[in-house]
């Protein structure tokens, strides 16, 4: 069967060529399609990059209200998909049902199975991008016993969100252009990362030929796992438990170095890739320090965030491991001060990964690439003789 290379992890395996994100770990340098994450960041809104990372270059203005006018048309989700998540439990996590209905979606528009309907794809893909804000804000709203909130599409997509997630019947609702705009930050600092595990994922299920939907809900359930988007969550969670512990976080350095022994790692530190420093980490934690001060939060978790930062960039494990801070650090202690609930916060994450994964996907069906299928070595045993059950 001739030679297999074993690369767990796929830690030095090249899986396809790419145009769309450059990442270079030792030097901290991102770029969507060429341009810098920090100018991104600072001078584009979350569509724009969309906009850029699907197809290819900044859009014009005309092409933009083409682009964004299509979503506004697309933000309502169909009736039905309600029934099905009127039988989710109150309690089930967002990422479950974010999934599920995203998997529905591929039952609701049959032409995303059909090969001969390729022509649609640009439509599945609007209704995506279109649909996830709607979806996600349901979990928020049945949690707290509250009726849905229908997308309100004279709004902006960040705006239309932070609608459906907070506007209550009592009074008119106003976003916050300081909510707004940490939003837009958050969701282009996440919108794309070359090939991560929940990305990998979308290409690997689309490389069956299996449609869109399909292909991104599995990377949603990729992104859910803690060790990828769900550290956000684990972040907090962490952060909280430290300071119910007292704070000290020169305890939790220790458990963390003893990883082996104790199960317990860091949570919003390392990577696989940034060897230096996370740049969206670095725009992160100022950010917070910004949304923080500008909304008048005082998070007392920030805090111990930064000790603990500070404490394990001082400690030999971490500096021998090139350990730091990554994007899943700060950014829970943001979503928080904005008033997103701690379930959620990887499900902002899918929200601003969903332009690359889309991305992705077309990239990967444009390249014409081959069905995705690693080879193994096996371990297992020789050729044996079926034993009868009763000989057994
Ligand atoms: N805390 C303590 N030790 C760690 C940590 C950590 N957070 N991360 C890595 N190590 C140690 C690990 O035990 C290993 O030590 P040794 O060389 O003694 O065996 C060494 O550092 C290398 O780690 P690795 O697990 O081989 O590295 P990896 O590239 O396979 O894993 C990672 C990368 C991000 C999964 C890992 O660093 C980790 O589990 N971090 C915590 C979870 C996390 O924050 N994930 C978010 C990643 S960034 C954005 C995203 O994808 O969502």
Same mark, same amino acid.
């Given at each position: 069967?001739?030679?297999v ?36 960041? *600072? ?6 990059? *969309? ?19 299509? #979503? ?11 029934? #099905? ?17 995203v ?5 609701f ?7 001969? &309907? ?17 979806? &996600? ?19 902006d ?13 009592v /009074?008119?609702? +106003? ?12 969701? #282009?600092?996440? %919108?794309?990362?070359?090939? !991560? ?33 769900? &550290?956000?969550?684990e972040?907090?969670?962490?952060? /909280?438990?430290?300071r ?6 020169? +305890?939790?350095? /220790? ?20 060897? !230096? ?29 930064k000790?603990?930062?500070?404490a ?9 491991? +090139?350990?730091?801070p990554?994007v899943?650090?700060y950014?829970?202690i ?15 994450? %899918? ?42």
């Open positions: 069967t001739g030679y290379t074993l690369d767990k992890g796929y830690k030095n395996t090249g899986a396809t060529q790419s145009a769309i994100t450059f990442l270079d770990g030792e030097q901290g340098i991102l770029r969507y399609r060429g341009y810098s994450i920090e100018e991104l960041a *600072a001078k584009a809104s979350f569509l724009e990059v *969309a906009y850029l990372l699907i197809y290819g270059e900044l859009p014009t203005n005309e092409e933009f209200s083409t682009f964004e006018n299509a #979503i506004r048309r697309h933000t309502m989700v169909n009736e039905d998909m309600r029934k #099905i998540f009127e039988g989710f439990p109150v309690n089930a996590h967002p990422m479950g049902v974010l999934s599920s209905l998997s529905a979606m591929s039952a528009y049959p032409d995303s199975y059909d090969d001969k &309907a390729e022509d649609k794809t640009d439509l599945h893909i609007i209704r995506l991008l279109a649909k996830l804000p709607t979806i &996600a804000t349901w979990s928020y709203k049945k949690s707290q016993g509250h009726p849905v909130n229908y997308p309100k599409n004279t709004l997509y960040i705006s239309n969100f932070l609608h459906m997630m907070f506007a209550l019947p /009074e008119e609702y +106003k976003v916050d252009p300081v909510v707004a705009d940490a939003l837009n930050v958050l969701l #282009i600092l996440h %919108a794309d990362h070359e090939q !991560n595990c929940s990305t990998s994922t979308v290409r690997l299920v689309g490389s069956s030929r299996a449609n869109i939907y399909s292909s991104v809900s599995a990377g949603i359930n990729a992104l859910w796992g803690p060790l990828h988007g769900g &550290a956000n969550q972040v907090i969670e962490m952060l /909280e438990d430290i119910n512990d007292g704070g000290d976080v020169a +305890k939790y350095v /220790e458990m963390a170095k003893n990883a082996k022994q104790t199960g317990f790692r860091l949570f919003g530190f390392g990577h696989r890739v940034y060897k !230096n420093f996370d740049p969206r980490a670095r725009i992160i934690k100022k950010a917070a320090d910004d949304v923080l001060s500008k909304l008048g939060v005082n998070d007392p978790v920030l805090e111990i965030a000790g603990l930062e500070e394990a960039l001082n400690d030999e494990y971490f500096i021998q491991r +090139k350990l730091y990554n899943d650090f950014s829970g943001i979503y928080r001060a904005l008033g997103i609930p701690t379930n959620m916060f990887t499900v902002m994450f %899918a929200i601003g990964r969903l332009p690359g994964w889309i991305a992705q996907w077309l990239e990967m069906r444009a390249q014409k690439e081959p069905i995705g299928r690693p080879r193994q070595i096996y371990t297992g045993s020789t050729l044996r003789e079926f034993v009868p059950m009763e000989n057994r």
